[in-house]
């Protein structure tokens, strides 16, 4: 237990580092690519300066989300190779289409377009940055793609031969591809870094308001960051409704887990806090129905009839089914070479309870229910801040648009004291989607103390604690040039 836990200390360390750097990535790369189009539509020179300034931001976020990205990946192999094993035939294609395909265009056109000012033509140049956006996009998706599939595992067979869960064809490749819970994921997390990138520009032109410094240029950018954060807002609640809708039907346990639901039914109400709830809203929210049957954690443990009329097995048969196929497993490759009719029976059985197949690692049932004051209050401080960063940045933008904000040094500040709260945002939603589905690194089918690498907590500590060091030396630098960056200015004539 001590190596599974510091495994999980170090890779949710790792991802909730790079976590800083992807949103800001995905939402700048979208402002600076709108300053462009409005530099070559307009043939404005101030703002070719205002895309430029925010594009050195850009490279010096993106370099550092690079080098964390890496260990993310390597920390797969050192740190969960029986989960690598398992799935290295499934989970292997996504990332290396990400890094062959995705990853090598961002980068060939972000050189493009930070390097080739003067050396490409205006319209080439505008292409490049926004095929660097979209470039960072792809490589989202596609890492996406491989963690939906670890929240709604399709499109793969297990293969007792080898003992790995395989895709078997091109149509199951494309499953894999179009997981509606990789869909979703994907509109939810880029769509949650254009609020990260709108904010940060946002506030870090309301401090240039407040210093009075380059104010033409902060009101234009205030004024960019700011719709673009807006529309990012309305996008992540589309996206996210469909995110509660998912979980209701493939994680019923995490959405039971992030509304503290211990016993569900229908008409179940949405717990805003401790206290206040309002009727019937969990129903709408996680079926679409007033009269939608959601189970609550009790159920889940108990068994249930879901809303298409399927009976759901307790928690404990599945326990017990589970066992008998990896029974069968053991069975069918003793038997495989020496007794062929021993190895078709329990074959047989492996393939009536394959689905159970990783229940039958757990010790008792109630080690499905994830930590559920975490995952409770998680969900909520990401709505709450969310909520509060639409309404800033309606209030910034309004008053910036109507030339109010004289006077108004208040709002300039909340709207910079934002930019913390938008990371904290980011890193709550992802604490709900992978807490809220634990004990599973893939749903159903591989609990973390099956995935884990034979290492000693010792190493694992210790890599803990570099890391740790690592990360927060970069941290320092990166923020210590990004402020240099930001301090120096986009030295911009204010004619």
């Given at each position: 237990?001590e190596v599974i836990?510091?495994?999980?200390?170090q890779?949710?360390m790792?991802?909730?580092y790079h976590?800083l750097?992807?949103?800001?990535t995905?939402?700048?790369?979208l402002?600076?690519?709108?300053m462009?189009?409005?530099?070559v539509?307009?043939?404005?020179d101030s703002w070719?300066k205002?895309?430029?300034?925010w594009?050195?931001?850009?490279?010096?976020?993106?370099?550092v989300?690079?080098?964390?990205?890496i260990?993310l990946e390597?920390?797969?192999?050192?740190?969960w190779?029986?989960?690598s094993?398992?799935?290295?035939?499934?989970?292997?294609?996504?990332?290396?289409?990400?890094?062959i395909?995705?990853f090598?265009?961002?980068?060939?056109?972000?050189?493009?377009?930070?390097?080739g000012?003067?050396k490409?033509?205006?319209?080439?140049?505008?292409?490049?940055t926004?095929?660097?956006?979209?470039?960072a996009a792809i490589s989202?998706?596609?890492?996406?793609v491989?963690?939906?599939?670890?929240?709604?595992?399709v499109?793969?067979?297990?293969?007792?031969?080898?003992?790995?869960s395989e895709m078997?064809?091109a149509?199951a490749f494309?499953?894999?591809?179009?997981?509606?819970v990789?869909?979703?994921?994907?509109?939810?997390?880029?769509?949650?870094?254009?609020?990260?990138?709108g904010v940060f520009?946002?506030?870090?032109?309301s401090?240039?308001l407040?210093?009075?410094?380059?104010?033409v240029?902060?009101?234009k950018?205030?004024l960019?960051?700011?719709l673009v954060?807006?529309?990012g807002s309305?996008?992540v609640?589309?996206?996210?409704?469909?995110?509660?809708v998912h979980?209701a039907?493939?994680q019923p346990?995490?959405?039971?887990?992030a509304e503290?639901?211990?016993d569900g039914?229908?008409?179940?109400?949405?717990?805003?806090?401790?206290?206040?709830?309002?009727?019937?809203m969990?129903?709408?929210l996680a079926?679409?129905s007033l009269?939608?049957?959601?189970p609550?954690?009790?159920?889940?443990l108990?068994?249930?009839?879901?809303?298409?009329?399927n009976?759901i097995p307790?928690v404990?048969?599945?326990?017990?089914?589970?066992?008998m196929?990896?029974?069968?497993?053991?069975?069918?490759?003793?038997?495989?070479e020496?007794d062929?009719?021993a190895a078709?029976?329990?074959?047989?059985i492996?393939?009536e309870?394959v689905?159970?197949m990783?229940?039958?690692?757990?010790e008792?049932?109630?080690?499905v229910i994830p930590p559920v004051?975490i995952?409770?209050?998680?969900?909520?401080?990401?709505?709450g801040?969310?909520?509060?960063?639409?309404?800033?940045?309606l209030?910034t933008?309004w008053?910036?648009?109507?030339?109010?904000?004289?006077?108004?040094?208040?709002?300039?500040?909340?709207?910079?004291?934002?930019?913390?709260?938008?990371?904290?945002?980011g890193?709550?939603?992802w604490i709900?989607a992978?807490v809220?589905r634990?004990?599973?690194?893939i749903?159903g089918?591989?609990?973390?103390?099956?995935?884990?690498?034979?290492?000693?907590?010792?190493?694992?500590?210790?890599?803990f604690?570099?890391?740790?060091?690592?990360?927060?030396?970069?941290?320092?630098?990166?923020?210590?040039?990004?402020l240099?960056?930001?301090?120096?200015?986009?030295?911009i004539?204010?004619?």
């Open positions: 237990m836990t510091w495994s999980r200390l890779f949710a790792t991802a909730a976590w750097f992807v949103p800001l995905l939402g700048l790369a402002v600076m690519a709108i462009e189009t409005l530099y539509v307009k043939k404005d070719k205002t895309a430029q300034f594009m050195k931001v850009f490279a010096i976020n993106f370099a989300g690079i080098a964390t990205g260990i390597f920390e797969f192999g050192t740190n190779s029986n989960y094993w398992f799935v290295g035939d499934m989970f292997g294609a996504p990332l290396a289409i990400e890094g395909l995705a090598f265009m961002e980068a060939t056109f972000f050189a493009v377009m930070f390097f000012w003067e490409v033509s205006k319209r080439f140049h505008l292409a490049s926004w095929l660097t956006g979209i470039g989202a998706y596609w890492i996406l491989a963690n939906g599939w670890m929240q709604n595992p499109g793969t067979t297990f293969n007792p031969d080898t003992v790995r078997a064809s149509q494309w499953e894999v591809v179009t997981n509606p990789a869909v979703s994921k994907f509109f939810h997390s880029v769509t949650s870094g254009w609020v990260v990138g520009v946002a506030g870090v032109s401090w240039y407040l210093k009075g410094r380059e104010t240029f902060a009101k950018s205030l960019i960051g700011g954060g807006i529309i309305f996008a609640m589309l996206s996210g409704d469909s995110s509660g979980a039907e493939f346990m995490k959405l039971a887990a503290g639901l211990r039914g229908r008409r179940a109400a949405f717990t805003i806090v401790p206290g206040v709830r309002i009727p019937g969990l129903s709408i079926t679409h009269d939608g049957y959601v609550g954690i009790n159920d889940i108990n068994g249930y009839t879901d809303n298409d009329g009976e307790s404990a048969e599945k326990m017990e089914r589970g066992r196929a990896l029974d069968a497993l053991a069975a069918y490759r003793e038997n495989r020496t062929p009719e078709a029976a329990a074959r047989a492996l393939d309870n689905q159970y990783g229940y039958g690692h757990l008792k049932p109630e080690d004051g995952v409770f209050w998680s969900f909520r401080l990401m709505i801040i969310g909520m509060l960063l639409l309404l800033v940045l209030l933008v008053f910036t648009w109507k030339e109010k904000l004289k006077g108004k040094k208040w709002l300039l500040w909340t709207m910079l004291c934002c930019i913390p709260l938008a990371y904290l945002c890193q709550f939603g709900v992978e809220g634990q004990p599973w690194t749903q089918l591989l609990p973390v103390n099956v995935a884990i690498s034979s290492l000693s907590a010792a190493a694992v500590k210790t890599t604690f570099i890391f740790l060091g690592v990360f927060a030396l970069f941290l320092i630098i990166e923020i210590r040039i990004m240099g960056a930001i301090r120096k200015g986009p030295q004539s204010e004619d």
